[in-house]
């Protein structure tokens, strides 16, 4: 997941990211992100770059292999969505449709229960 939001936000901003934002852009804990950063680094699948403007920080690139290894993975993954959603056909369409509606009513409970917490008095 990581390579892909490294992937991600590579192909989307003028800058390469730091660590802090592949964290929030993959909703991952920003000290676990490190300690696989570093792994993937050791790897070869990933670089991790000085920021011009902040010592402290890093700018992470992916490397030719690294691509490499997402782009396998990517497909792999809908190879197995493929096989998993073949049993439903033509009901396949229906299927994402209603998971969509789920999603959608879910999160605006989740967002009114988040603001009752939050404002209490409201």
């Known amino acids: 997941m990581l390579l892909a939001s490294l992937w991600w936000l590579g192909h989307n901003y003028s800058q390469r990211p730091s660590q802090i934002q ?3 852009h993959a909703g991952t804990d920003p000290m676990m992100t490190s300690q696989v950063i570093r792994k993937l680094a050791a790897r070869g699948l990933l670089e991790r770059h000085p920021n011009p403007t902040d010592s402290r920080a890093r700018q992470l690139s992916l490397t030719p292999l690294g691509a490499a290894v997402l782009t396998s993975a990517l497909a792999d993954v809908e190879t197995t969505d493929e096989t ?3 049993a ?3 009901r396949r369409d229906a299927f994402l449709a ?3 509606t789920l999603n959608s009513a879910n999160s605006d409970r989740a967002a009114l ?3 009752a917490i939050t404002n209490p008095t409201a």
């Open 22 to 24: 592949l964290a929030e």
């Open 84 to 86: 998993y959603f073949a």
């Open 88 to 90: 439903l056909g033509s």
């Open 98 to 100: 209603a998971l969509a």
């Open 113 to 115: 229960a988040d603001d």
